[in-house]
């Protein structure tokens, strides 16, 4: 092992950087561990459960994007020296189709979601609406999650570590002061309301920052296409809300199968209204979605 060798030397500059913006992280999850201590009993449990259900759309979608955009973007790099804009906007685009709806419907379900999940034994009623408000809260990041990896493969791509890492340090450090501050007035929602906010402040500050190093990235394109992919993601939400209020209603949620029937059938009812309704919109990667699914499920 030659320490001494460039291209080993290479790999840690970069590496090292990638290991501390995560470390960040880590670090802001203690802390707010930390925090959530000084409130009532039970916050802890309500800020830690709602976050493991909104971390499935944001880390099954944002993770997977995220993975392929960075070789995408790699060799494009390699050969031309900058991002292509076409495939970076598409991967945007892609991200907003698949997480959008998620966090819409994420959103409005819930209370059917936690409880279904968690409400069993000693976990109570109470501790489903208030584990639900975390959640619903938590969904307003789960779009930014996703698109902020996109926007960090576009700088690891071009061998830039560094910038992310700082980002993610000046990001964190307000979300600690934003818990901080918020705690006092709102108790536990300050964490999945400051969480949120500070997602979606990583992603403008980094798509800003890699902007501004190629210009052309983003336009007016770009944000009325994601106008259009929420509109169609609020049409689903209202449908799936409406719908599972009705059979709320209709069967009660004492039996367990209409726990899972309050789930999947307003959340199946309100993927195909946002399929249909993105269609109508001309909101054409929600097409590439679905032939992707397809494949997969065939082979």
């Keep these: 092992l030659d320490l001494k060798d460039p291209d080993l030397l290479q790999v840690f500059r970069r590496w090292l950087p990638m290991i501390f913006g995560l470390a960040t992280w880590q670090v802001n999850f203690l802390v707010n561990t930390f925090l959530l201590t000084f409130l009532p009993e039970g916050s802890v449990t309500w800020v830690s459960y709602a976050y493991r259900i909104q971390h499935l759309p944001a880390g099954l979608f944002g993770v997977a994007i995220g993975t392929v955009a960075l070789a995408e973007y790699s060799g494009i790099v390699a050969t031309e020296r900058q991002i292509n804009r076409e495939r970076f906007q598409h991967a945007l685009k892609l991200a907003g189709v698949l997480t959008l709806p998620a966090a819409v419907l994420l959103l409005v379900l819930a209370v059917p979601v936690v409880r279904l999940v968690y409400q069993h034994g000693r976990f109570t009623a109470q501790d489903t609406v208030l584990t639900a408000q975390a959640l619903a809260l938590y969904a307003l990041g789960v779009w930014p999650a996703a698109a902020t990896r996109n926007c960090a493969a576009g700088f690891y791509a071009a061998g830039d570590t560094r910038t992310p890492a700082l980002v993610a340090l000046v990001v964190v450090s307000v979300n600690i002061m934003l818990n901080l501050i918020l705690m006092r007035f709102i108790g536990f929602r300050s964490f999945p309301v400051a969480a949120s906010f500070t997602q979606l402040l990583n992603f403008l500050v980094l798509f800003f920052l890699l902007n501004r190093r190629q210009p052309g990235l983003g336009g007016g394109r770009l944000l009325r296409f994601f ?70 499920r065939s082979g």
């Excluded at 039996?255 to 993105?278: C, D, K, L, S």
């Design 227 to 296: 106008a259009k992919t929420l509109l169609a993601a609020v049409v689903a939400g209202l449908v799936a809300g409406l719908l599972a209020l009705g059979l709320e209603r209709l069967w009660g949620v004492k039996r367990f199968v209409f726990q899972i029937a309050e789930v999947f059938i307003p959340g199946g009812a309100g993927v195909v209204v946002y399929y249909f309704f993105a269609r109508l919109l001309k909101v054409g990667e929600v097409n590439e979605a679905l032939r992707s699914f397809l494949h997969r």
